[in-house]
């Protein structure tokens, strides 16, 4: 899994992909051409602290990692909603998983 980080692909991403919304936040996804799974966790300062970001984006992306098989050839930008601050971490890929099952982006 690689990380998202070009201002170009994130534009991409925004403006001709798909959105999912669930508890915590918005998943906006896309296909991508290079065969690999490219994620992004894009956190607005009105979560918090440089800390407390940090720590959101950490927990997103552990909890995505833990949930394969993935399908590659995908650009995934996840955009946390306030909620995703308090949210233990069981239940947080819980609906991490649903949310992600139901866009087809797992294979379960």
Same mark, same amino acid.
């Given at each position: 899994?690689? &990380?998202?980080?070009?201002?170009? !692909?994130? !534009? +991409?991403?925004?403006?001709?992909?798909? &959105? #999912?919304?669930?508890? $915590?936040?918005?998943?906006?996804?896309?296909?991508?051409?290079?065969?690999?799974?490219?994620? #992004?966790?894009?956190?607005?300062?009105?979560?918090?602290?440089?800390?407390?970001?940090?720590?959101?984006?950490?927990? %997103?992306?552990? #909890? %995505? +990692?833990? =949930?394969?098989?993935?399908?590659?050839?995908?650009? /995934?930008?996840? $955009?946390?909603? %306030? &909620? #995703?601050?308090?949210?233990?971490? /069981? /239940? =947080?890929?819980? &609906?991490?998983?649903?949310? =992600?099952?139901? %866009?087809? $982006?797992?294979? =379960?």
């Amino acid at each position: 899994m690689k &990380t998202l980080k070009r201002e170009k !692909d994130f !534009d +991409r991403v925004y403006k001709y992909g798909k &959105t #999912a919304r669930c508890p $915590f936040g918005r998943i906006h996804y896309i296909a991508n051409d290079l065969g690999e799974l490219r994620i #992004a966790v894009a956190t607005p300062r009105k979560l918090g602290g440089a800390v407390t970001r940090n720590r959101i984006r950490r927990r %997103i992306r552990e #909890a %995505i +990692r833990s =949930l394969s098989p993935a399908k590659a050839g995908l650009d /995934v930008v996840v $955009f946390p909603y %306030i &909620t #995703a601050k308090s949210e233990d971490f /069981v /239940v =947080l890929k819980e &609906t991490i998983r649903k949310s =992600l099952n139901n %866009i087809g $982006f797992l294979f =379960l």
